[in-house]
């Protein structure tokens, strides 16, 4: 018998994030329980998946009703976010929601929260990750 498979859509300005788990590590090298490191007011984890962005009016469609009937029958435009599924993600604790979505904890980070992102890339020869020559 066929299985229903499940989706979550990350909707808006927003980030799925799977949170790091398990014991931290201290300068000292000591590991402290996630009891310990919970009053911190930042989190990180790695990014699931990511929203479509911001909406925003086109700005070949800025008639005075771009949002009522006929902005609808158009395509949305979004602002796209900086964030790309398998970025880490730093981000402030408190503006995150908690969920569990078949047996799997995640958190969901609005963009606004976001502090900082780590993409992992290559180097060739002085030439960055986006291929521009860096000085």
Do not use: C
């Not at 980030?15 to 000292?28: C, I, K, N, Y």
């Not at 930042?42 to 699931?48: E, I, K, L, P, R």
């Not at 402030?92 to 992992?120: C, D, Q, S, W």
């Amino acid at each position: 018998m066929p299985r229903l498979k499940k989706k979550l859509i990350v909707v808006g300005d927003r980030l799925l994030v799977r949170p790091e788990e398990g014991d931290e590590r201290t300068h000292a090298g000591l590991y402290l329980p996630q009891t310990a490191v919970a009053s911190r007011q930042a989190a990180g984890g790695w990014v699931v998946s990511v929203g479509p962005g911001v909406p925003v009016v086109s700005p070949l469609d800025m008639s005075e009703d771009a949002w009522g009937e006929q902005g609808e029958a158009t395509r949305p435009h979004y602002l796209p976010m900086q964030a790309q599924e398998g970025d880490y993600v730093l981000f402030m604790r408190k503006a995150a929601v908690e969920i569990t979505f078949e047996k799997r904890n995640y958190l969901i980070v609005p963009n606004g929260a976001v502090l900082v992102l780590v993409r992992e890339g290559f180097e060739f020869d002085g030439v960055g990750p986006e291929g521009a020559a860096e000085k």
